[in-house]
């Protein structure tokens, strides 16, 4: 797997950069992207549209070639055709980062078993971590919430948090099932490293983490696939796999390979 982020800043954004790129994407794509109210909502959807057409577009796909869909649940895939092996993509956003993991499609066609996500490590403004604890507690299996309120600095704790939270999107956003799944189903231990899904090993699946120093390190992510086998793997993400691009840089550059 490999891990494409782009950092967005609204403010170094200019409107005639979203104007010129949204033609890039097709038309089903635009009509969902100009629906948002908010332009930065607006474009880091048109972003994260954009990321899996200029890799596309590296493997020597046209642009006028590129087909995609959505299951039932609302994954997104790749359908061009002659593509391959196969694509395997999931896309996420949190804030000031529009990431895409990638890999082969192997297992769990037609979206694949492939998924990320990255969150910015930040509490809401006037709430105590431990407040922030309970809000979500729900979520939490008792031990993953032991670990978070262990007897560490509130940095690492929520550092610990995030570090669960984003596994447990990427892992159910791999499986494409949409909202309503119980995250308690599944539980991250973050000290032993260990991931179980309804009190079993999570077999045959990969985890991979990473940070974004880019951004002062304050980006925590994980992208999940699921491989086959009966181990668990949980790595950090390798420095070769893992790309950040300026939003600007990265717009721009598309505009030119692909118009």
Known sequence: MQVWNVLYDP????????HTALPLVDQTAQNKITKFYRREDA???????????????????GKDDMTFATTDTG????????????????????????????????????AFNIGVDVMKLKIPPRTTFTEFVDIVDSQLTTREKNLILADVTEE???????????????YTKA????????????????????????????RGWQFLKFEL???????????AKFVGGRGTSISELSEGCLVCYDAVSFVNRAIEEMS
């Open 11 to 18: 403010l170094e954004f200019p409107d005639s950069l979203y």
């Open 43 to 61: 474009c880091r959807s048109l972003i994260g549209n954009l990321l899996p057409r200029v890799l596309l577009q590296k493997r020597g796909v």
């Open 75 to 110: 994954k997104p895939y790749c359908t061009t055709p002659g593509v391959d092996p196969p694509l395997a993509f999931n896309v996420t956003h949190d804030e000031g980062v529009i990431a895409m993991a990638f890999g082969t499609g192997d297992l769990g066609p037609p």
């Open 156 to 170: 690492e704790a929520i550092r610990r948090f995030y570090r669960i939270w984003t596994l447990k999107e990427a």
């Open 175 to 202: 499986l494409g099932i949409g909202l309503g799944f119980d995250f308690r189903r599944i539980e991250y231990d973050v000290v032993e490293e260990k991931v179980s899904v309804d009190g079993e090993p999570a």
């Open 213 to 223: 120093p880019q951004c002062g390190h304050n980006y925590v992510g994980f992208a």
